[in-house]
Nanobody
Framework: QVQLAESGGGLVQPGGSLRLSCAAS????????IGWFRQAPGKEREGVSC?????????YADSVKGRFTISRDNANRNTVYLQMNSQKREDTAVYYC?????????????????WGRGTQVTVSS
């Protein structure tokens, strides 16, 4: 069964850090572009970060640039991470990982075939 599963969400204080994981099963994630998206209550889904498997390029939304890092697990190529540092209250959202077969990173969610169910991140004191 093909699926993605996010983990690592939770409650964090402003300025704190969390690391989200995205694990794939039923297919080889290493061949896919990866996107991390988030959706806050009452807001549209937005792209946070994406990674191209073709050339390893990474991209970040302006709102998270310098604070978030997307990466693959070198030991387990079916897992990717989103390291989130210096978190702000406006980072509160459900975070989703997605995998795209083109291999090229994109902000277009329609280019991603597989999606996880999401993990809640709440930044609050």
């Amino acid at each position: 069964q093909v699926q993605l599963a996010e983990s690592g969400g939770g409650l964090v204080q402003p300025g704190g850090s969390l690391r989200l994981s995205c694990a794939a099963s039923g297919f080889t994630l290493d061949y896919y572009a990866i996107g991390w998206f988030r959706q806050a209550p009452g807001k549209e889904r937005e792209g946070v970060s994406c990674l191209s498997t073709i050339d390893g390029s990474t991209y970040y939304a302006d709102s998270v640039k310098g604070r978030f890092t997307i990466s693959r697990d070198n030991a387990n190529r079916n897992t990717v991470y989103l390291q989130m540092n210096s978190q702000k209250r406006e980072d509160t959202a459900v975070y989703y990982c997605a995998a795209g077969a083109t291999g090229w990173a994109t902000w277009d969610p329609t280019e991603y075939e597989y999606w996880g169910r999401g993990t809640q991140v709440t930044v609050s004191s």
